[in-house]
C-alpha cells in the first residue's frame, strides 16, 4: 500500500534555491516538504566557484543581475556569517584588456552604487604576490567566498528547526494533476523502492538543470538551457581576494579564495544532460592558458582536482544559438498557472548562489498571494545560527588542527559530536589532510538509507585534501563496518564509488605530484584492495 503525506506546499530540488525556499516557508509559518532525487546539493549548488559576487561582473551586460547580486551581497553577509569569508576582491586589468570597456565598467558601478575603489599597484603586488606584475590597473570591490556546503546545510537544518521537512534520495516520477490543478507529486525512494503521494496545495519546481524534466511530467513548456562550466582546485590557498579580470565575463577568468586552496575557473559549454558532470583535457588547459594573464605562475602549481556543474538559465526563447554568456544571470519566476492555464505550479529558475535568498523570498510572496497568507519574509533580517562554535570541544582529546577544523564546522551537530568524541574511536583522526574525526564521519551517517562517502564529504570535507581520499575513504569504510554503520557491501559499493569519483576529477589535472598520487591511489585500491573498475570488487 502507498503511503501519503499532506502539506501545503511540496518544494522539487534540494539545491540551495529549494533550501531558500524551504526555510523561507517555514519561518512564515507555511508547512512544506522538500524532495530531493539524491543528495542534498549534490548538482549545481556544490560544483560552482563559491563566490559571493559584489555585482561588478554584470555590471556592463545585465545591470539588474548585478546590482540584485550586490544588495544580496550585504545580506548574505549580515545573516549567515558562519558560511561567508569576507575576502573581498579585485578587478585587475592585464595587458590587451580592452580601455574602453573598463571605463564603461567603472560608470556602471557608478551608476549601480557598488562601490568600486582603484589601489596603488605596488600596494597590490604587496597584497598578491602572485599577480602579474605587468598589470596596469585594479579596483578594490566588495566580493567574498561563500562555503556552499556549510551553507546549504544550516539553511536546511534551519528550516526543519521551523517545522519543514525533507526527503533526499526520492525521485518524483510524476506531477498529480487534476483537471487544471496541480495537486501534488508523486515520489519513489530509491533506495527502498518505496512509492509516496504528496499532496500538495502548490508545487514548486527548483530543480535547476533537471528543472525542465518536471515541466515535461506536468505538460507545461519549459526551456532552459543548461550550461556547463568547468573548474580546478589548486592544492593550495595563494590568494588573499577574489581575483578576477577587468574585461566582458569570460572563460577562465575568476580565482576563488576557499578554506586552504584556490579554486579557478570557470568555462561555459552548452549540454542537453543536466547529469553531464564530464571534463575535458584541453577545455581544462585551454582555461589555464587564459589564466596565466593574471598568475603566471599557474602553470608551476600543483592541481588537486577538476569538476564541472551546469548553470540553468532562462530565457523566453530558451537561449538558442547562444554560447551562455550572453543569457542573463537573473532570475526567472514563472507562475504557470498565469502563463499556462495549470494552477498550483510555480517554476523558480535561474539566478546565482549570491540570489538565492532573493530567489526564495519572490517566490514565497508567491505563494503567500496565493494561499491568502499574511506573513511577511523574516530571511533578509533573521541570522542563520552561526556554525562557528567557541568553546564546545576545548576538552576533547584532540590535536590542535582537529579542534580548529571541528570548532568550525560543528554547526548544530556540535551536542553529538562532543558525545562521540569521549571514546577512543571518536576522537580518532581519520583524514589527515583535513582533520576529520570518526565522530565527524558518525555523526553525517543517516539512521535510514544508503552509506555514501559523498554524501560523508559534502558535511566534513571527507577526502578533499590533497590527497583526494586515497587513505581516509577505506579508513572511514572500515570504521563504518567494524561500528555497525554499513554492512560490507554497502561499505565497499560506496568506497569504489568515492574512489571513481575522486579519479574522475584527478585524472584530468594528472601532472606532476598529483600524477604521482593518482597513481598511489590505483595502487592501493586496484592491486593492494583488489578493487576493480568493472564493480567486480572484493577486499
Not at 87 to 103: E, I, M, N, Q, R
Not at 217 to 244: T, Y
Amino acid at each position: 500500500m502507498e503511503k501519503a503525506l499532506e502539506t501545503e506546499v511540496a518544494v522539487i530540488g534540494g539545491g540551495i534555491t529549494g533550501a531558500g525556499i524551504l526555510r523561507d516557508l517555514a519561518l512564515r509559518g507555511i508547512r512544506a516538504i522538500l524532495v530531493e532525487q539524491g543528495d542534498l546539493g549534490h548538482g549545481t549548488s556544490t560544483r560552482n566557484h563559491g563566490l559571493l559576487h559584489s555585482g561588478c561582473r554584470y555590471a556592463v551586460r545585465d545591470p539588474e543581475a548585478a546590482i540584485e547580486s550586490y544588495h544580496e551581497n550585504l545580506i548574505l553577509k549580515k545573516t549567515i556569517p558562519g558560511s561567508i569569508e569576507k575576502t573581498g576582491g579585485l578587478f585587475v586589468k592585464v595587458p590587451g584588456d580592452d580601455d574602453a570597456y573598463v571605463d564603461k565598467w567603472l560608470a556602471s558601478c557608478h551608476k549601480l552604487g557598488i562601490p568600486v575603489e582603484e589601489v596603488p599597484l605596488s600596494q597590490v603586488f604587496r597584497e598578491e604576490p602572485y599577480l602579474n606584475k605587468k598589470a596596469e590597473a585594479a579596483y578594490r570591490v566588495p566580493d567574498g567566498a561563500i562555503d556552499d556546503f556549510t551553507l546549504l546545510i544550516d539553511v536546511i537544518n534551519d528550516a526543519v528547526a521551523h517545522g519543514a521537512k525533507t526527503l533526499t534520495y526520492h525521485e518524483v516520477t510524476e506531477v498529480l494533476t487534476e483537471q487544471d490543478h496541480v495537486t501534488g507529486i508523486h515520489v519513489r525512494d530509491r533506495h527502498s523502492g518505496e512509492e509516496t503521494d504528496i499532496h500538495a496545495q502548490i508545487v514548486i519546481n527548483a530543480a535547476g538543470p533537471w528543472g525542465m524534466n518536471i515541466a515535461r511530467m506536468a505538460g507545461v513548456p519549459l526551456k532552459i538551457l543548461n550550461n556547463k562550466g568547468m573548474l580546478v582546485v589548486f592544492s593550495h590557498r595563494f590568494n588573499k581576494h577574489v581575483i578576477n579580470r577587468l574585461r566582458m565575463p569570460g572563460d577562465g577568468d575568476i580565482f576563488v579564495p576557499a578554506h586552504d586552496v584556490t579554486i579557478f575557473g570557470t568555462t561555459g559549454k552548452n549540454t542537453d544532460d543536466p547529469n553531464d558532470f564530464s571534463l575535458d583535457r584541453k577545455e581544462m588547459e585551454d582555461m589555464l592558458a587564459v589564466g596565466e594573464a593574471l598568475i603566471p605562475s599557474i602553470h608551476r602549481m600543483r592541481l588537486i582536482r577538476a569538476y564541472s556543474g551546469s548553470r540553468p538559465l532562462y530565457q523566453k526563447n530558451g537561449g538558442h544559438g547562444s554560447n551562455g554568456r550572453d543569457v542573463t544571470r537573473g532570475m526567472a519566476l514563472i507562475d504557470h498557472g498565469e502563463r499556462d492555464g495549470l494552477n498550483g505550479l510555480i517554476t523558480i529558475t535561474g539566478g546565482k548562489l549570491t540570489t538565492f535568498r532573493l530567489m526564495a523570498e519572490k517566490t514565497v510572496d508567491l505563494v503567500c498571494q496565493k494561499l491568502d497568507v499574511h506573513s511577511p519574509c523574516r530571511t533578509r533580517e533573521e541570522v542563520l545560527p552561526d556554525r562557528r562554535v567557541s568553546d564546545s570541544f576545548s576538552k576533547a582529546n584532540l590535536a590542535p588542527a582537529a579542534r580548529h577544523k571541528l570548532m568550525s564546522w560543528a554547526g548544530v551537530r556540535a551536542p553529538k559530536f562532543d558525545a562521540a568524541l569521549q571514546n577512543e574511536e571518536g576522537s580518532q583522526v581519520v583524514c589527515e589532510c583535513e582533520q576529520i574525526t570518526w565522530a565527524e564521519i558518525e555523526t553525517a551517517i543517516p539512521n535510514k538509507g544508503g552509506f555514501d562517502l559523498g554524501d560523508i564529504r559534502r558535511r566534513t570535507r571527507l577526502g578533499m585534501g590533497p590527497c583526494q581520499g586515497t587513505f581516509c575513504n577505506f579508513r572511514a569504510a572500515a570504521l563504518a563496518v567494524e561500528q555497525g554503520r554499513a554492512d560490507i557491501k554497502e561499505a565497499n559499493c560506496a568506497l569504489l564509488g568515492g574512489i571513481t569519483e575522486r579519479q574522475k576529477g584527478m585524472g584530468v589535472v594528472a601532472i606532476g605530484e598529483t600524477a604521482k598520487q593518482l597513481q598511489m591511489m590505483q595502487t592501493l585500491y586496484q592491486v593492494s584492495l583488489g578493487f576493480k573498475k568493472e564493480g567486480n570488487q572484493h577486499v
